[in-house]
């Protein structure tokens, strides 16, 4: 039987023992592996296909997701960019519309030169996908909670359209990480992590990795995963592996902390809004509620003016200005010109990314602390 989730972040799938009786795995910093003799191998050859720091991290995020295999790849772009070699000239792919700004970045520039199409819009409206599905289209790319207007999309209704048209079912999952969400069980063909964000959860390191749901894809994800050389150093998995140990005490601690700003924020008066999927009349509240464990840490809100959110940027002191998110260090950012900054500017004012829209990502620091540096720079 298997472990729950809190204890493979520490056991990973468990009984694994390793030389001299070391406790984490250790850092098998190597590029090559001596061959036994003619024809044999130790089941290593080559550290940019397979490494054993990296094969156990690639193991636990597999614990973790519930997927066939997984690939650590050096950042979540790169995960991504494997992602689009398993589509063919000419296909067309629905997504989010509110993506994390380097995807629409890769596909508008990357996948436009290998003549795929995208389009993007409202995901959480199921009808509004059916509708942009045309012969052509060969996958759906979902974000949900999406980045950064926090919209949820009902993973089991995309996986009954994915059945109906053929259509691999892709989601991002860096924003709730597996311990809150598992969109495999839910009928995901692919799940994209940028690690650097929750699973390492240090701010220290980038990572990402590319969770497959069967033998086929994973098949054809670990050959070009060797030939592109998209991997993870020995070094970066280990500090992943050492991350993920403290993944399910430290999202617990955000969760906990980011409900309490929530609710504090909805009634300061320079804030008109704020979106966070666990505040009860978040519209995808319920959809989040019967896929998710839980809500994460992650909060936007819009302030009354541009002037208020340019003053809380530079007014934060223990928050910090800074991209990235899902770390111990609590960040602000402005997707307007971080995140989102190659948006087109129609599009990102449509969906609301405008000059009083700020994003916040809720570190393990004490609650109070957090408030009173919120409520000193919205003074
Ligand atoms: C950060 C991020 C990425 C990209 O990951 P990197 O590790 O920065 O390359 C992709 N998707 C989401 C939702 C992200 O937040």
């Known amino acids: 039987m298997g472990y729950k989730i809190d204890t493979q972040c520490i056991h990973g799938k468990g009984g694994q023992e390793h030389s001299y009786g070391a406790i984490p795995i250790p850092i098998y910093q190597t590029a090559t592996f001596s061959h036994p003799g003619i024809g044999q191998s130790t089941g290593y050859d ?20 519930g997927a066939y295999d997984t690939v650590a790849c050096s950042t979540g772009m790169a995960a991504l960019s494997l992602c ?39 995901t959480s409206d199921a009808a509004l996908v059916e509708q942009e599905i045309t012969p052509a289209t060969k996958a759906l790319y979902i974000e949900t909670p999406s980045n950064p207007t926090m ?9 009954r359209l994915a059945d109906q048209y053929n259509l691999l079912l892709i989601v991002d999952n860096t924003f709730l990480s597996p311990y809150l969400q598992n969109p495999i069980a839910l009928g995901a063909d692919l799940v994209i992590h940028s690690g650097t964000k929750f699973l390492g959860g240090h701010n220290d390191t980038l990572a990402g990795f590319l969770c497959t749901a069967s033998p086929e894809l994973a098949e054809k994800i670990r ?14 998995s280990f500090l992943l592996l050492r991350g993920i140990k403290t993944l399910a005490v430290r999202i617990e601690k955000q969760q906990s902390n980011a409900r309490k700003i929530a609710r504090w924020l909805k009634e300061q008066p320079r804030v008109e809004q704020v979106y966070y999927v666990g505040l009860p009349e978040h519209p995808g509240y319920e959809v989040n509620a019967s896929q998710a464990r839980g809500t994460g ?36 950012t402005y997707p307007m010109l971080q995140t989102h900054g190659d948006v087109p500017k129609e599009v990102r004012e449509k969906l609301g990314i405008t000059e009083t829209f700020l994003r916040f990502s809720v570190g393990i620091e004490d609650a109070e602390d957090l408030i009173a540096d919120l409520a000193q720079a919205l003074e």
Not at 46 to 59: G, H, V
Not at 225 to 234: D, F, M, Q, W
Not at 303 to 331: F, P, W
């Open 297 to 332: 840490s992650m909060i936007s809100f819009r302030v009354d003016s541009e002037e208020t959110a340019r003053k809380v940027l530079e007014k934060v002191r223990l928050i910090v200005y800074a991209e990235s998110l899902g770390g111990v260090e609590s960040l602000i």
């Open 84 to 122: 689009l070699e398993l589509l063919e000239a000419g296909a067309h792919v629905v997504c989010s519309e509110d993506l994390y700004g380097g995807s629409v970045r890769i596909f508008e520039s990357v996948g436009r030169r290998r003549d795929l199409s995208f389009s993007y819009i409202d």
């Open 223 to 236: 050959y070009y995963y060797k030939t592109v050389g998209s991997s993870l150093a020995p070094f970066d």
């Open 46 to 65: 080559y550290s940019r296909e397979s490494n054993p720091t990296r094969a156990e991290l690639e193991n636990t995020i597999s614990a973790l997701e």
């Open 151 to 159: 919209k949820v999309t009902d993973l089991r209704a995309m996986k």
